[in-house]
């Protein structure tokens, strides 16, 4: 049973044969790229078709197009791992030590500091 399902794929529980760990899998609707590539073309083309209706609109057409390349994107996982390891290492700068806590600033609106912290998963180059 899935923990989430998306457009491009679902997220499962597993654990690693090696060692027992409990991971988070991502697996990718088999049909994902041809699905999203169609959806794009479709909309890349109402695009078209409104900007040239209103010129003022031309901008949709560019936005469209922008929108698709960086879906392709997604379609890779490894780019989100990378992402992820991008991310661990900025949230390790703000929290240097393991269970660390930063607080909010206060402010007219928020007279108290709320606690703060974050934790990014790990990503897994090896599935054994």
């Not at 806590?101 to 928020?110: D, Q």
Request: charged share 25%; hydrophobic share 40%; net charge negative.
């Amino acid at each position: 049973t899935p923990l989430a399902s998306a457009s491009i794929g679902q997220v499962h529980v597993a654990y690693l044969a090696s060692t027992g760990e409990k991971v988070v899998v991502k697996v990718q609707h088999p049909h994902a790229r041809t699905l999203i590539g169609d959806d794009f073309w479709s909309l890349k083309v109402i695009a078209r078709i409104v900007s040239w209706m209103e010129p003022d609109y031309e901008f949709f057409e560019i936005l469209m197009r922008e929108w698709a390349q960086e879906a392709q994107k997604e379609l890779d996982f490894r780019t989100e791992a990378k992402n992820l390891w991008d991310a661990k290492a900025s949230i390790a700068k703000l929290f240097p030590t393991k269970g660390s806590v930063k607080y909010t600033t206060k402010t007219t609106t928020s007279p108290t500091e709320t606690p703060f912290q974050v934790e990014i998963p790990t990503p897994h180059d090896d599935f054994t």
